[in-house]
């Protein structure tokens, strides 16, 4: 090439990335100057009817200057069932659809890939039934295994969120509907969600509860934040100052604008100075006559500003934010996305995403896969084997298109030649013991085929209505223990008596005492909730169709006494005495503390087994000032395809402050042809060997040696090698 031509060509480069520039510009100049042509048009009470919500899920529209509702729907992992405007759930709609798996199953697939996947199945069908904006994700840290709601959040390390949410908030937003990230911040229980008050250190919110949220805003550019019910550090969360003027606005310069957790608010003034922009749900103290106006955002709220109380200029920001998201989305000014529903192509993404994240935790003497010439008879057993499970738990609650329950998945799989029968074995009742005579009929059948499968474990609750006292993973109520509940254990201990060929996949949230019968089952599975498709998935994995690759996103230990909310911090705080929980475990969460402090777990973070085995060799680490890559080799050793979730961790030497054993930095999932083998390139920047300093109020970074380790879950490092930084 000569130069002339070169230069012409670098000529043309530069107009074009001008006139990007110059266009863009323009455009976001333009939006900005719509909304204050716009906030200049409306009235205070105008204004006022935006900020507050006009019916369940809706909040006020200005209809004479095509300022439309705002229509938002829960939740998490599917578009929830149609309300009526005042909290009927409406059964006459179509609105049954697509099931995604929950948030702990997508996590545990550790593919970023299918977290866009996902949010975009969720934003189209959001789109196509109508809504603006889907409530979720739901991010909160899980902190101990009794949280209630855990099954909907994803991971006990902010790594992995962090990673996560990005994918599922482009995937919903890139589909004209905004996500809602939720639960900011703190609301790490259910047990006495609406008067708790979070205590915790500088370094552990910083390090521990918000990266998930501020990859949320800076990277996802997340178009809307919900404040939760919980306080923090003596304010209420969904008007508090520190987080959401501070952090979220001012140090995140986060755009969008601020919800409330459904009756969230207590106070118009200190809502309203602190930095909630939409309040939403206080109509739920007043049912069955909601009166809009009576919300804190509402007439209290005008006769405050109208007496010169409060200033307006305030008010004038929280109506330009939610301009903005309505800009964002084509709501004004724009066309709206339709969306899809339905459709086959959804189903496979549920499907993928449940093949992907249930776990292989245990398999002895390679009993599975099964082997279909060796098995005549299947004793399908459990309630969860053939309970649906998409209408419980709570606000995520789904009316699913279709349900394939583990029983219908193994019966579809297993074909003519293979008989399977079903013995429910327990009732699904809090607090209740195990049935003598379900027990009879599990242990004759157990005893009659030739392998078991137990599907067990938590459950939504009991109704397929909305949470309830019987519920186990469900809103608003906490877990009373780590016990496998409805006599399961003693159930357990009957059939692997009666054939040790046991293989236990467990339905909830996360971890659950083994204790009693995990050395005598050769198999364990863990099945969260798994979707519309969770059946065809775990008989798929049970026989070997797909090779399983999910590893946990949060450690199970053996009891809830190893746990570190347990152990070190205050769970669920001593409610008697006073209201304040303590986090005492601070950054201590998680791994951080089982490796910490030495406390082997059943089952460690990041682990998952596979029908194949992986070789990893040749760590090199190459650094250019702060920034290092990693880079080294992995083998498929085995047999079969599969896929390998390398992890990477930094540990630091002699660090100047306490820091963990270990902390989550990269990963990549890494899908192998058996013999294939390939080279995998991890980056690292500054923030991957940073933490917290509290007293310097700043994150710092040591002048230190730094050990990379990699591997395939936290308690199985293969790799490891040094770097002075
Ligand atoms: C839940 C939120 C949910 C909202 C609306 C609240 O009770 O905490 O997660 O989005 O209700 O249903």
């Not at 529209?61 to 759930?89: K, Q």
């Not at 969770?534 to 798929?540: D, I, M, S």
Request: hydrophobic share 40%; aromatic share 10%.
């Amino acid at each position: 090439m000569n130069t002339k031509r070169i230069s012409k060509s670098l000529l043309f480069f530069i107009i074009i990335m001008c006139s990007y520039f110059k266009i863009s510009a323009q455009m976001k100049f333009d939006t900005t100057a719509k909304i204050q042509a716009l906030v200049k048009q409306l009235t205070t009470e105008e204004k006022v009817k935006m900020v507050h919500a006009s019916s369940s899920f809706t909040s006020g529209g200005v209809a004479r200057l095509g300022i439309p509702e705002i229509v938002t729907s829960d939740g998490p992992h599917g578009v929830r069932p149609e309300f009526g405007r005042d909290w009927n759930l409406d059964n006459n709609s179509l609105d049954s659809g697509t099931y995604l798996p929950t948030g702990n199953c997508l996590a545990a697939t550790w593919n970023p890939q299918l977290g866009y996947a996902f949010g975009a199945v969720l934003g189209s069908e959001a789109r196509f039934r109508g809504k603006n904006i889907i409530l979720g994700p739901g991010i909160n840290i899980i902190r101990s295994p009794l949280n209630g709601r855990n099954f909907e959040y994803q991971s006990e390390d902010p790594f992995l969120v962090s990673k996560m949410v990005v994918g599922y908030i482009k995937g919903v937003q890139d589909q004209g509907v905004s996500a809602c990230v939720k639960h900011y911040a703190a609301n790490n229980q259910e047990s006495k969600r609406f008067t708790i008050n979070v205590q915790m250190s500088e370094r552990a919110l910083r390090e521990i509860y918000l990266p998930g949220f501020k990859a949320a805003v800076e990277v996802a550019k997340v178009n809307t934040v919900m404040g939760s019910y919980n306080k923090f550090r003596g304010q209420w969360a969904s008007q508090n100052n520190y987080l959401l003027n501070q952090i979220l606005k001012k140090e995140w310069n986060f755009k969008g604008f601020v919800m409330s957790d459904w009756d969230a608010v207590h106070n118009t003034e200190e809502a309203y100075w602190n930095g909630l922009d939409l309040e939403m749900g206080t109509d739920l103290r007043m049912l069955p006559n909601p009166d809009y106006n009576k919300f804190y955002y509402g007439d209290k709220l005008l006769a405050l500003i109208k007496a010169g109380k409060l200033s307006e200029y305030i008010l004038d920001d929280k109506v330009s934010r939610i301009l903005y998201v309505m800009f964002k989305t084509g709501m004004i000014d724009g066309k709206l996305k339709t969306g899809d529903y339905n459709t086959k192509a959804h189903q496979q993404t549920a499907a993928t995403i449940a093949e992907e994240g249930i776990v292989l935790l245990k398999n002895e003497n390679n009993i599975l896969p099964l082997n279909r010439n060796n098995i005549k008879t299947i004793a399908v057993i459990g309630f969860n084997a053939a309970r649906k499970q998409s209408m419980g738990g709570g606000s995520s609650q789904v009316r699913a298109f279709y349900e394939i329950t583990p029983l219908d998945g193994i019966k579809n799989i297993a074909g003519n030649n293979i008989k399977v029968e079903y013995a429910q074995g327990y009732e699904i009742q809090r607090g209740g013991g195990a049935n003598q005579q379900m027990i009879d009929e599990a242990v004759a059948l157990a005893k009659r085929s030739d392998i078991v499968v137990y599907v067990g474990g938590s459950t939504h609750g009991y109704r397929y209505d909305l949470w309830n006292d019987n519920a186990y993973d469900a809103e608003a109520v906490d877990k009373p223990n780590m016990d496998m509940p409805f006599g399961q254990d003693e159930l357990l201990d009957q059939l692997l008596k009666a054939n040790p060929k046991t293989v236990v996949a467990l339905m909830g949230g996360g971890a659950i005492d083994m204790t009693k019968w995990i050395s005598k089952t050769p198999a364990i599975l863990q099945n969260w909730y798994a979707g519309m498709e969770g059946g065809n998935a775990l008989a798929r994995i049970l026989f070997g169709t797909v090779n399983p690759s999910g590893k946990l996103p949060m450690t199970f230990p053996k009891k809830l006494e190893d746990n570190p909310s347990y152990a070190l911090g205050e769970y669920p705080g001593d409610t008697a005495k006073s209201l304040i929980v303590n986090y005492h475990d601070d950054i201590y969460v998680g791994y951080r503390y089982y490796d910490t402090y030495k406390v082997t777990p059943q089952f460690a973070f990041g682990h998952g087994l596979s029908y194949t085995n992986f070789e990893y060799s040749n760590l090199k680490l190459a650094a250019v000032g702060q920034n290092v890559t990693a880079t080294f080799m992995v083998k498929n050793t085995g047999k079969v395809a599969g896929a390998e979730i390398a992890q990477l961790y930094v540990h630091e030497q002699n660090a100047v402050l306490p820091r963990p054993e270990k902390e989550l930095k990269g990963f990549d999932k890494i899908k192998l042809a058996p013999g294939e083998q390939k080279t995998i390139s991890i980056k690292l920047d500054e923030n991957a060997f940073k933490y917290f300093d509290d007293l310097k109020n700043e994150w710092v970074m040591d002048k230190a040696a730094f050990d990379i380790l990699l591997g395939g879950a936290s308690d199985d490092i293969k790799l490891r090698s040094t770097i002075k930084l």
